[in-house]
């Protein structure tokens, strides 16, 4: 099994920096990484998501102010949040795809760390 801790969020000015991490515990092998975020009254959007041999992609929002990195020994992925604006105001959910084989792949989720911007 595999649980998803995540660490990192809280109040942040406008304009401010934020990283959050996310460690996906147990041994089941874990493929893709990444981070979804659902704003108050908004759907579930991508933020971010990586590959275990680095390849990354963005969503449209989020593209040259977002940075995802992972540590694979760690079995920890990370978001840097850069020139934080109150529209980053969401709940961040950490996700991570186990498969322990071609047939059997299981999307695991974090509880999700809240980072409010405001002054």
């Known amino acids: 099994q595999v649980q998803l801790v995540e660490s990192g969020g809280g109040s942040v000015p406008p304009g401010g920096t934020l990283t959050l991490s996310c460690v996906a515990t147990?041994?089941?092998?874990?493929?893709?990484m990444g981070w979804y975020r659902q704003a108050p009254g908004k759907q579930r959007e991508l933020v971010a998501h990586?590959?275990?041999?680095?390849?990354?992609d963005y969503g449209d929002s989020v593209k040259g102010r977002f940075a995802i990195t992972r540590d694979n020994a760690r079995r920890t992925v990370y978001l840097q949040i850069n020139s934080l604006n109150p529209e980053d105001t969401a709940v961040y959910y950490c996700y991570a795809v186990g498969s322990t084989s071609v047939l059997a792949i299981t999307v695991y989720w974090g509880e999700g760390p809240q980072v409010p911007v405001s002054s």
């Open positions: 990586i590959t275990t041999d680095g390849k990354a």
């Open positions: 147990g041994t089941i092998p874990i493929k893709t």
